[in-house]
């Protein structure tokens, strides 16, 4: 519907096609605790270690619990159970603190699984608020976000997402730190050029090292002075509602995604 295209699901092929694929067949267990903003960091320590994640100050399970006078100076607020459930506090003497209350409210309503496009693996995450240390980089209002598209267990390419919230810009770059021609239409091009991050290596290595050997998977990432730190990971971009252009990337793109193989009669895969 959102892409003006007949979705076949017996022959997915292009990459939107197979995200909804992965949604409908894809349900190993793990994938709710990875998409949960609060248990993926067991699994971050685990595979690489503790240094690549964010400092982490509280954890609620009501919004009532929050208690803002024991919160820094400068904070953000997260909900571990879907998207655009973030509330980032530059400084809280000027915090509307009744508009953050009834926003964390209606986050703990939600469940992203019912809210956009069945994405199965936020289905059974429990609704919570973590509340994280607040990530600045010099010169920056707003933090440089590296999104590595990882293909079983390979990643393959990167968005960076600028000035997020600000002025939106996005761009793709290949691991050799060559710009990329494709783009989303919803999304405005970046047109300078990014500087390689000293640790680009390292990043790399942490997105395969934490994309394992799923079938697709984005593993997005910061560096902030150099050091490499664990932002999120997500099985699902945009929902699979946002093509690439030009169109033909939509089934290059596709073809990297090998589907697992779903057998005559098999409703789901529950293993990795």
């Not at 003006?4 to 349900?27: A, C, M, R, S």
């Not at 209606?106 to 973590?130: C, D």
């Not at 490499?228 to 089934?251: A, C, Q, V």
């Amino acid at each position: 519907y959102y892409l003006g295209k007949k979705l076949d699901l017996n022959n997915p092929v292009e990459f939107n096609q197979k995200i909804q694929w992965l949604k409908t067949y894809y349900h190993p267990d793990i994938l709710t605790q990875l998409v949960d903003k609060y248990s993926v960091r067991e699994y971050v320590k685990e595979k690489i270690g503790t240094q690549y994640l964010n400092e982490l100050i509280a954890v609620y399970d009501k919004a009532s619990k929050v208690n803002f006078d024991e919160l820094p100076h400068q904070f953000v607020i997260k909900g571990v159970h879907g998207f655009h459930f973030n509330l980032i506090v530059k400084d809280k003497s000027k915090l509307n603190r009744k508009r953050a209350r009834f926003l964390m409210n209606k986050w703990m309503s939600k469940n992203q699984y019912f809210r956009g496009g069945f994405e199965w693996a936020y289905k059974n995450v429990p609704p919570r608020l973590i509340a994280e240390k607040f990530l600045t980089e010099m010169d920056k209002d707003v933090i440089l976000d590296y999104k590595f598209f990882c293909f079983n267990g390979e990643p393959k390419f990167l968005q960076i997402d600028v000035e997020r919230g600000i002025n939106d810009q996005r761009a793709f770059y290949d691991l050799e730190w060559n710009k990329l021609e494709f783009y989303n239409k919803e999304n405005k091009v970046y047109e300078g050029e990014m500087t390689q991050p000293e640790n680009f290596e390292e990043m790399v290595w942490a997105a395969r090292t934490l994309a394992d050997n799923f079938p697709f998977v984005r593993v997005d990432l910061y560096s902030i002075k150099n050091k490499t730190i664990f932002g999120e990971m997500t099985f699902y971009p945009s929902d699979g509602r946002k093509d690439f252009h030009p169109l033909k990337y939509n089934k290059i793109l596709g073809d990297y995604i090998q589907l697992p193989h779903l057998a005559e009669g098999q409703k789901e895969i529950k293993e990795i």
